[in-house]
């Protein structure tokens, strides 16, 4: 079974601009998390989709924002880039939601310049 | 607010020897626990994890962990480290709900090797 895949893998973005930031979970997975990873703040949690429907957002601004497909693919996307949105976006997928255990993907690199 | 907290940043240990890093959580329930290791590069990789029952949760790749509610610590273990074990090493607590999210993880331990 194929794992979870994200594209692009590495992004290189100038301050201002928006990115689009692609995940497709393990097949028959129907939860789909983001998470930024950064040396500074480690890991932390930007939202979660079930069933097409966000169930739960951590605490970032509006500028970063979700959406799943009805196959269970899911896309955040982020506008007027700031320097410090440059971190390791990692998507994971589980079959049901809450503690069901999370497939992660290998991430986004998003920079910005 | 619950939290995740690994003591230590960088541990190095030599090929052969045993491996304990440390977790500590703050959670008022029984918490579900888990340990995930990232590779350079790679996503996070789920290593053992803990609902209920057994204290002592088996894994992949050798390693180990304990519960141990009365020092609200998840340790993972390991006897004997390999070479590939080199890695960063993340404890997390599962929630359901909530602004955090499902997964709090603490900031990770870098495990270096040496030969």
């Known amino acids: 079974k194929a794992g979870v895949t994200q594209t692009p893998r590495y992004l290189i973005k100038t301050r201002g601009q928006q990115v689009t930031l692609s995940c497709s979970p393990i097949?028959?997975?129907?939860?789909v998390s983001w998470y930024q990873q950064t040396p500074g703040q480690g890991l932390q949690f930007l939202f979660e989709?079930?069933?097409?429907?966000?169930?739960n957002k951590g605490n970032f601004p509006g500028r970063f924002s979700g959406r799943q497909f009805s196959n269970s693919r899911s896309e955040m996307n982020v506008s007027t880039l700031e320097l410090g949105d440059s971190a390791l976006y990692l998507c994971a997928s589980s079959w049901d939601r809450g503690l069901d255990e999370q497939y992660f993907g290998p991430g986004t690199r998003l920079t910005v310049t | 607010a619950q939290s995740v907290t690994q003591p230590d940043i960088h541990i190095t240990v030599s090929e052969g020897a045993s491996l304990e890093l440390r977790c500590n959580y703050s959670?008022?329930?029984?918490?579900?626990l888990f340990w995930y290791v990232q590779s350079p590069g790679q996503g996070l990789q789920l290593l053992l994890k803990?609902?209920?029952?057994?204290?002592l949760v088996q894994g992949i790749k050798g390693f180990e962990a304990e519960f141990k509610r009365s020092q609200s610590s998840f340790n993972l273990r390991k006897p004997s480290v390999h070479w590939s074990d080199a890695a960063e090493y993340f404890c997390a607590v599962g929630l359901y709900g909530g602004s955090q999210g499902n997964l709090i993880f603490g900031k990770g331990t870098k495990l270096s090797v040496k030969p």
């Open positions: 989709y079930f069933s097409e429907t966000q169930r």
């Open positions: 097949s028959g997975h129907r939860s």
């Open positions: 803990y609902f209920s029952g057994d204290t």
């Open positions: 959670y008022g329930a029984t918490p579900y």
